[in-house]
Nanobody
């Protein structure tokens, strides 16, 4: 399985950005898709996750009400719409998945496959 992330960039405080992730490879069904982020010197942290069906969604407390994760029905894709961005949201964002995980977990160690990472920078 390969994960290809896109999006990100530079935005001012209060602005919006969108990220997308597409999974490809020999998969037979849908699985949970997730976003994590990491800043230098810190552990990778969970941001948002959406279950295989799209019916179960989880967010980190720090992004609730500002970020929205979604997926296309029946597809292993994930989009992350980020609104009201703050300088603390500056990080490299990664999508993550494992074909055997139908529901999201917040532990980075639970995922076998990762996208290449995309930089999000929020200027103050």
């Amino acid at each position: 399985v390969q994960l290809q992330a896109s999006g990100g960039g530079l935005v001012q405080t209060g602005g919006s950005l969108g990220l997308s992730c597409v999974a490809s490879g020999p998969t037979r069904s849908t699985f949970a898709m997730n976003w994590f982020r990491q800043v230098p010197g810190k552990e990778r942290e969970f941001v948002a996750g959406i279950s295989w069906s799209g019916l179960s969604i989880d967010y980190a407390d720090s992004v609730k009400g500002r970020f929205t994760i979604s997926r296309e029905n029946g597809q292993n894709t994930a989009s992350l719409q980020m609104n009201s961005l703050q300088p603390d949201d500056t990080a490299v964002y990664f999508c993550a998945a494992s074909p055997d995980r139908l529901y999201s977990t917040t532990r980075a160690d639970d995922y076998d496959y990762w996208g290449q990472g995309t930089q999000v920078t929020v200027s103050s």
